[in-house]
């Protein structure tokens, strides 16, 4: 609804394997934001971006990679999945003009066997 | 003590009711504050931001946000079981492009 969507939806994966997670979004917003949401601990920021190659690490960053080639697209990767990062992973798009707003994607929940 | 907190709950209140969710922040200088709703299964939905002390109306929504106490707050009016949700309050920590959520109070709207 927003313009925001996440690729794939679900995901089971075995220890040791690489994975990648994409987000796209249409309205061209400069900030883009990637986090994992776990039971007991909510929602945390995983990295963001606010531009083209420009990214930065938030607070549980260990064992994650981005990449944002474009505009519209923030890719988030896993290079060894460990069972520790099953999880329901969010990408959000910060609205221009307000960059605090934050808009969020579907949602893709990555199992880890 | 985490930067946002808010009580897990759940909290249930009968459908008609006024619902009040209320979270509290460490850091004095934020600036902005928002209020997602959280169906089960589903991604965060912004229902409010606020930016000064006072009461912001929207619908049945009523933030309030009192910045010398440190605390912000969400009324719900005339609660309906559809308004049933975890309630996430987030913070601009620190003036800059990132929110920090808090656990999140999940409501329960009884018929």
């Known amino acids: 609804d927003a313009g925001i969507t996440q690729s794939p939806r679900h995901k089971v994966t075995e220890t040791g394997t690489p994975v990648t997670l994409r987000c796209h979004q249409t309205e061209n917003h400069r900030y883009m934001y990637w986090y994992r949401q776990d039971p007991g601990h909510g929602l945390r920021l995983i990295h963001y971006s606010y531009g083209v190659k420009d990214t930065d690490k938030g607070e549980v960053s260990d064992g994650y990679s981005v990449s944002r080639s474009k505009t519209e697209d923030f890719l988030l990767t896993l290079e060894s999945a460990t069972s520790s990062q099953t999880s329901v992973y969010f990408c959000?798009?910060?609205?221009?003009?307000?960059?605090?707003?934050?808009?969020f994607g579907p949602g893709t929940r990555l199992t880890v066997l | 003590q985490k930067e946002v907190e808010q009580n897990s709950g759940p909290l249930s209140v009968p459908e008609g009711a006024i619902a009040s969710l209320n979270c509290t922040y460490s850091?004095?200088?934020?600036?902005?504050f928002f209020w997602y709703r959280q169906y089960s299964g589903k991604s965060p939905e912004l229902i409010m931001s606020?930016?000064?002390?006072g009461d912001k109306e929207d619908g049945r929504f009523t933030a309030q946000l009192n910045k010398a106490s440190q605390y912000v707050s969400l009324l719900i009016r005339d609660s309906q079981p559809s308004d049933s949700a975890t309630y996430l309050c987030a913070v601009n920590i620190n003036a800059g492009n990132m929110l920090t959520f808090g656990g999140g109070t999940r409501l329960m709207v009884k018929p």
């Open positions: 850091d004095r200088g934020s600036q902005s």
């Open positions: 959000a798009m910060g609205l221009a003009g307000s960059t605090d707003t934050q808009y």
């Open positions: 606020i930016y000064s002390n």
